[in-house]
Every structure is written in C-alpha cells, then in structure tokens.
C-alpha cells in the first residue's frame, strides 16, 4: 500500500503558482519523498524528491516540513501543459529494497 | 538520448491468445520493472528485475511472466489474456533498489483485449 495520501484533484489558473500537497505521515528517517507526474496516455515522468531540505529544479519546488510529515510541491507558473495527475511517493521497504509504490495521486488541471 | 522504450504502443490480442509487450532501455540500469494500469487507476507493480534476479509482487496473478534475457531489454508475457487484464503496460528502470533512486518510465503499450 502506498504510504502517501494527497488530494484527488486539484485546478489552477494558468500562471499562478499550483501548490500540491502531501501527507506522509509513517514516513521513516531516512526515506525519501518523490514526485512524479503522468499526462495523460504517458508513463509517469520524474519532477523532484528530496529528505529533508527543500529542494528546487527548473520544473519545481519541494517544500517538506520540518517533521518531515507532509511535503508540497510548486509548480511555481502553472501551463496548461502541466495539467496531469501529480503522485507524490515514500517508498515501500520490501525484503531489503526499496520499491516505490504508487498511490491515487492528485489530478491538477490548469484553466486558462 | 537515452531512454525507456516500449512496442508496441498499442497492442490487440483476442481473448485467451498469448501476448508479449516489450521494453529496452539504453540507460544501462540493472532494475527494469513492470506495471499495469487500468483506467483512471494509480500504476500497479507486478514485478521487478534487479539484474537477472526475479521479485515477483506477492498479489500478481500467475497469467503474467516476465523474461530479461540481458540488460536492456525485458519482456512481460501474458499467457491467456482475460478481458480484465486490458490495461496500460508501463516499463520503468533505476540504477538500483536503494531508497534515493529515480526511475524511468518507458511510454506505456496499451492492451487492448477483444
């Protein structure tokens, strides 16, 4: 089972800041939180992850709170491309690996 | 630029004939995994292979198998499709198992079973 839960869907005007959030609250210390998204008809592409510190790339930020329980995600000028379902995922240890699984996710549709 | 590559990207089987989906990866990852998504549902992991070593998900059904005759490419074969098992196929990759990994996600093959 996953180990996330997020809102199942979400809208944002375009060029406004889309915030995406997380709870992960059985996370352990040392597991790392990803995004990923998936447009629709698409695999799922790789956004950020991070462990503790906020993180920041050219697609977005990563805003993980200092009990490491929730985190957010930013996409900070939404496009009608980054309309897509938004998972956010802490992986599953399974004998001795760690396998990521996904939850439900959050739909996020950008309006003009 | 490399990549995950799956083909077909839509595939039609009739029920109960054998059907096999591809992936290949020119990223040199030792993991390839195998998911299933149905519709408006979170991907699903059926199995995954670090190296040649197999792991299979405790709750995939044994209609589906999978080959990794070398790195770069892995097979999932359904042996007699079911109308349920129409879904979306992804094919994904890391480096490793460890828990700061990334995964690369093929563009899926769609089964469409008639």
């Known amino acids: 089972d996953a180990k996330t839960t997020q809102p199942p869907s979400m809208d944002c005007a375009e060029g406004r800041a889309a915030n995406l959030p997380c709870n992960h609250s059985?996370?352990?210390?040392?597991?790392?939180v990803y995004w990923y998204r998936q447009i629709h008809s698409q695999g799922p592409q790789y956004i950020i992850h991070?462990?503790?510190n906020n993180e920041t790339n050219e697609m977005a930020s990563l805003i993980i709170t200092e009990d490491r329980k929730s985190s957010t995600l930013i996409l900070p000028h939404a496009t009608l491309r980054d309309t897509a379902v938004y998972y956010c995922?802490?992986?599953?240890?399974?004998?001795?690996?760690?396998?990521?699984?996904f939850g439900r996710g959050t739909s996020l549709i950008v309006h003009p | 630029d490399a990549m995950v590559i799956q083909n077909p990207r839509y595939q039609v089987t009739q029920f109960g004939k054998p059907v096999t989906l591809s992936c290949s990866q020119t990223?040199?990852?030792?993991?390839m995994y195998w998911y299933q998504q149905k519709s408006s549902q979170a991907p699903k992991l059926l199995f995954h292979?670090?190296?040649?070593?197999?792991?299979n998900e405790a709750d995939t059904p044994d209609n589906f198998q999978s080959r990794r005759p070398n790195t770069s490419f892995c097979f999932l074969d359904i042996r007699s499709p079911g109308l349920g098992d129409a879904a979306m196929y992804l094919c994904?990759?890391?480096?490793?198992?460890?828990?700061?990994?990334?995964?690369?996600f093929g563009p899926g093959t769609r089964l469409l079973v008639l």
């Open positions: 994904a990759t890391s480096r490793g198992l460890a828990d700061e990994e990334t995964q690369y």
């Open positions: 059985t996370i352990s210390g040392n597991e790392y």
């Open positions: 991070g462990l503790k």
């Open positions: 995922i802490v992986r599953a240890r399974s004998r001795g690996s760690y396998i990521p699984t």
């Open positions: 990223l040199n990852h030792n993991v």
């Open positions: 292979y670090y190296d040649k070593d197999f792991n």
